[in-house]
């Protein structure tokens, strides 16, 4: 494909996206400005993604740590988040330069994310990963494991939880799915309803290409969306 066709497609797809979110947000009572659009740009060039940039995409999220760092200098002004599995040891490369993580799925790469961030003299902005369909494939809070850990996690300083995020099972139908976004989503209300320090709870990270129009139904208020802005994923050429 050409870089013209690439660009004509990502502004028809966001076009597309937008009128959804639109219409999907109005049927709950929200405006779509309610409603963050974060575009997933694993294995997008920063050219591509910079078209995006000067186009309307205010929020981008990478997966890989060594992407990331190669592709940061490049990029064009934006909000920059992280939203790929972490791994401790790589904390320190990625909090001077991402503004929230959207996938802290554990006690121990919060601590970490705090000690770097303390060490910036920084306040990380955190989302904590929610294993809603309880995958062992998958990284995650358990619910439960949730509610037991959000008050210690809270009191770590350097960071602020913002709210919660999560990649449900692949499911077979429409019903399915939407059970698990809706559990996300009252899981969200009984989490901004606590009393927890430090923390400002308002962003519900859930809703990908093929479910984001059922995600910002069932309350999410940002949605990670790659293929349906980019096209397929070439992974071949990277
Ligand atoms: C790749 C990715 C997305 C976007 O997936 P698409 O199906 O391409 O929209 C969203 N969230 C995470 C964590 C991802 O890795």
């Known amino acids: 494909?050409?870089?013209?066709?690439?660009?004509?497609?990502?502004?028809?797809?966001?076009k597309e996206i937008k009128e959804n979110i639109k219409k999907a947000a109005e049927k709950i009572g929200k405006r779509p400005e309610d409603i963050t659009i974060l575009a997933a740009t694993k294995t997008v060039d920063a050219e591509l993604i910079n078209y995006a940039i000067q186009n309307g995409i205010e929020y981008i999220g990478e997966n890989k740590v060594q992407e990331f760092l190669s592709k940061k200098d490049s990029l064009l002004p934006c909000h920059r988040h992280f939203i790929g599995h972490l791994q401790t040891n790589k904390v320190k490369d990625i909090v001077p330069f991402v503004e929230l993580i959207h996938s802290v799925d554990s006690i121990r790469l919060a601590k970490?994310?705090?000690?770097?961030?303390?060490?910036?003299?920084?306040?990380?902005?955190i989302l904590l990963e929610v294993n809603i369909g309880n995958e062992e494939t998958k990284s995650g809070f358990t619910?439960?494991?949730?509610?037991e850990n959000v008050n210690e996690i809270s009191k770590l300083e350097g960071i602020c939880i913002r709210g919660l995020m999560a990649i449900p099972p692949i499911c077979e139908?429409?019903?399915?799915?939407?059970?698990?976004?809706?559990?996300?989503?009252?899981?969200?209300?009984?989490?901004?309803?606590?009393?927890?320090?430090?923390?400002?709870?308002?962003?519900?990270?859930?809703?990908?290409?093929?479910?984001?129009y059922a995600a910002v139904l069932s309350?999410?208020?940002?949605?990670?969306?790659?293929?349906s802005l980019f096209g397929k994923r070439d992974y071949g050429k990277k």
């Open 112 to 125: 970490e994310i705090s000690k770097v961030s303390k060490k910036l003299c920084k306040v990380t902005d």
């Open 1 to 14: 494909m050409t870089e013209k066709s690439l660009t004509d497609n990502f502004d028809l797809n966001y």
């Open 143 to 147: 619910a439960q494991e949730l509610m």
């Open 173 to 212: 139908n429409e019903q399915e799915n939407i059970k698990y976004f809706e559990e996300m989503n009252k899981l969200f209300i009984d989490i901004s309803s606590k009393k927890i320090d430090n923390s400002n709870i308002d962003i519900l990270s859930m809703g990908m290409s093929s479910d984001y």
């Open 219 to 227: 309350g999410a208020t940002m949605v990670r969306i790659g293929t």
